[in-house]
Each structure stands twice: as structure tokens, then as C-alpha cells.
């Protein structure tokens, strides 16, 4: 059950300069797309790291010590945040990368005729990657959402798994449908034929910080840039995996997972702003309980409770709406329930082709009171 105590919302405002700025103060921003705004303590860390220490971290110097002990940092607290070690936490450019690298590196255990499922409901982040796989002798079995209600059934995926199957690529929430895919459940499953599962937590992620351990997900990637960060993303891995799997990083750093992964070293100073992330959700969990708590994880989930629940008040009106418009066509659940759904709302309508607006922004009326600015794109 979601507490009922209630997101203070001009608390939350005042913590994002753009709501102050002179050019973006009039707008309503609902492009997650291009991710989210950034709060004051990410600003101030990037600057602050620009400003006093932007050299080669880990010497012993001062500048250069504060650089590496400010980048384990944040490394150390998305660990905690996400309830995961910090050498299972690898910081690239984006989820579409760090799912490139992660194919990469996983061919090691594919051999001809296996099989890799993905899904007709992920982006394709977590789609085209895995195709690629085809050229090592993967075959490729799609596990599609049912036309009826837009969800992934479980049932399917039974179906579908043989023991030839490796890897499960699946996303933890849809970007159109906005459904929350019962993730642990498909793990669960998935690991009885030992196969790998990778999750793309882009779509859930904003709503509420994963609890990998809990998910029991083998690999997990979200993008930081929508979680109030830089253009980052993170990537998740099971160390026992990450342990054995190829170095696709310099020679000198053979055997030094995680960072074997990525080819190259993380964007340094956008590392350290991500402790401006942590600064936020702790200030939420200041502002707005007044525990003492000292686990960060039980803050992080307090917190992720206090969004869902403004999400739910604020979303389910316009999901009612849009449901019950005889000339729209909602995609997905028609209310969010318990965090069973993410507010990412998409529809179609019986009368107007979105193609028309294509390279326009539009403005959709939707109430008097309720305007939308959009790309007709969904
Ligand atoms: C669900 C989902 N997965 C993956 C991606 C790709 O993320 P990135 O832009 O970090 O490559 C996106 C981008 O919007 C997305 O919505």
C-alpha cells in the first residue's frame, strides 16, 4: 500500500532552477523523451566538479583525490539506491549503448541455433541489439503483447522459452503502453531454463528507482538523463555474470569487471553530478518524513512511494478522460492501481491521423483547463 502522505509539490518545484528561468518558467514540460529537468544539487556538483577538480582523478594530489573519491561516490550510491554491490554499477552514454556493449560481451554464450526472445513491446534499444546476434547463429523468437489489451502475458512467454533459449531481452515498463511488466515473475521463470534476462528499466526507472535485487534481473539499464541526471545511463549486471564475461576495455584493465565492459572510462564530471540525484531524494525524504532513517534504500523507497502516489492523483483523471472520449482510443490501462502502471499516457484518435502532425509541434485541447503540447508522434 502507498503511505498517504502527500508530495508537496512547490517543495519539489523550488529544488529546479528551470522552473525559475526566464526561458523555461511558462512552459509545462512533458517531453520525457528528452528526459527530465535537473535538480539544483546536480547543477552543483557538475559545476563544482568543473570548477576545483577536473583532472586526471585517483592521484594523490587534493584535486585530483577529491575527483576519484567523488566519482566512487556516486557510484556507491546508485549501488545503495538500486540495491546492488558497486562493482555491479557501469555508467555509460546511453541505455542504447550500454545494450550494444552488453550483446557484445554476451556472445560469448551463444552458439549456433540458439535462441534470444525479445519482445514487440520494448523499444528498440533492447530490440535491434539482440538481432544482431543473428550474424553469431542466434535465432531471434519475438514474445508479442496481445492485441487486445497491449500487455505481455506470461502465459506466452512459457510458450516460447525451449531449452534452446539464452537470453530474455524485456522491458520493465512499456514507453506507450505504460504498463508495469511484472518483472521478479518473468525472472522467476526465466531463470528455471537458466536463461540470462536483461531489463530496460528506461520507462520505470522515472517513476521509482529499481530494486534489482529484488527483481533477481541478471542485467538492468536505465537512462539517467530521465532520472533527473546528465546524459548518462546506467547499467546493472549480476556480478557472477559480469565476472566471466570478456574484456572489451583496454588490455591493462583484463579481469577488472565492471570496467570491463564499456570500452573506455565513464564521462567524469556527469559521474559526480549523479550524487546530486542522491542529494535531491534525500532531501525528499527530509522534507517529507520526519525519521531519522539511515538506510538509504528504505529512503529511496519511501520516496519512490511519494511520487507514485502524486503520479496516481494527478494521472488518473486524464486516463478517465481519455477512456471515456468516444472518438479516442486509450493504449493501455485505464488506471494506475498500486503502481501497476507508469503515468505515460498514448492514445489514438478515430478522426485525426498523427502522421499529419508529424514534424509539428501541436497543442492538444483536451479540457478547458487541460493543455498539452506534443509531437504527434505517438
Ligand atoms: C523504453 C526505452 N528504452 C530505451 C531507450 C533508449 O534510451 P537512450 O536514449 O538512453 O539510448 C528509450 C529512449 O527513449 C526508451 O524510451
Redesign the pocket.
Same mark, same amino acid.
Given at each position: 500500500m502507498l503511505q498517504n502522505i502527500k508530495l508537496d509539490i512547490d517543495y519539489v518545484r523550488s529544488q529546479f532552477p528551470a522552473f525559475s528561468d526566464p526561458l523555461s518558467k511558462d512552459w509545462s514540460f512533458f517531453e =520525457? !523523451?528528452g528526459g527530465s529537468y535537473v535538480p539544483i544539487n546536480v547543477i552543483e556538483k557538475l559545476t563544482e566538479f568543473m570548477t576545483s577538480t577536473k583532472v586526471q582523478p585517483y592521484a594523490e594530489y587534493p584535486m585530483s583525490k577529491i575527483a576519484g573519491d567523488n566519482m566512487d561516490k556516486a557510484t556507491e550510491l546508485f549501488a545503495k539506491m538500486i540495491n546492488a554491490y558497486k562493482n555491479e554499477i557501469l555508467i555509460g552514454g @546511453? #541505455?542504447?549503448?550500454n545494450l550494444y556493449v552488453l550483446s557484445n560481451a554476451l556472445k560469448k554464450y551463444i552458439s549456433k541455433n540458439d535462441e534470444i526472445i525479445v519482445t514487440n513491446q *520494448?523499444?528498440e !534499444? =533492447?530490440i535491434s541489439p539482440w538481432r544482431r546476434l543473428t550474424e553469431v547463429g542466434a535465432k531471434i523468437v519475438e514474445w508479442k503483447f496481445d492485441l487486445n489489451n497491449h500487455e505481455l502475458e506470461i502465459s506466452e512467454l512459457k510458450k516460447l522459452i525451449s531449452n534452446k533459449t539464452k537470453i530474455l531481452a524485456v #522491458?520493465h515498463?512499456? =514507453?506507450i503502453v505504460g504498463s508495469i511488466n511484472n518483472l521478479k515473475k518473468i525472472c522467476k521463470i526465466a531463470h528455471e531454463s537458466n536463461i540470462i534476462v536483461v531489463g *530496460?528499466g528506461? @520507462?520505470y526507472a522515472p517513476h521509482g528507482f529499481p530494486n534489482v535485487k529484488e527483481l533477481d534481473v541478471d542485467f538492468y539499464t536505465f @537512462?539517467l538523463?530521465?532520472t533527473y541526471g546528465p546524459h548518462l !545511463?546506467l547499467l546493472y549486471g549480476k556480478e557472477e555474470i559480469l565476472k566471466d564475461l570478456p574484456n572489451q576495455n583496454h588490455e591493462f584493465l583484463n579481469g577488472n569487471y565492471p570496467y570491463t565492459i564499456n570500452p573506455g572510462g565513464p564521462n567524469h564530471e556527469e559521474l559526480v553530478s549523479l550524487i546530486g540525484i542522491y542529494e535531491y531524494f534525500d532531501n525528499l525524504h527530509k522534507h517529507h518524513f520526519k525519521d531519522e532513517e539511515k538506510i538509504i534504500l528504505n529512503k529511496i523507497n519511501k520516496v519512490n512511494n511519494l511520487i507514485s502516489l502524486h503520479e496516481e492523483i494527478i494521472a488518473n483523471p486524464i486516463l478517465d478522460y481519455i477512456d471515456k472520449r468516444s472518438d479516442l482510443k486509450l493504449i493501455g490501462k485505464n488506471k494506475i492501481h498500486n503502481k501497476d502502471r507508469a503515468p505515460t499516457i498514448a492514445f489514438t484518435s478515430h478522426n485525426i491521423s498523427s502522421k499529419k502532425y508529424l514534424k509539428n509541434w501541436y497543442k492538444v485541447r483536451l479540457q478547458p483547463e487541460m493543455i498539452i503540447f506534443t509531437r504527434g508522434d505517438v
Open positions: =520525457n !523523451a @546511453s #541505455t542504447s549503448i *520494448d523499444h !534499444a =533492447n #522491458t515498463c512499456s =514507453n *530496460d528506461v @520507462s @537512462s538523463y530521465k !545511463a
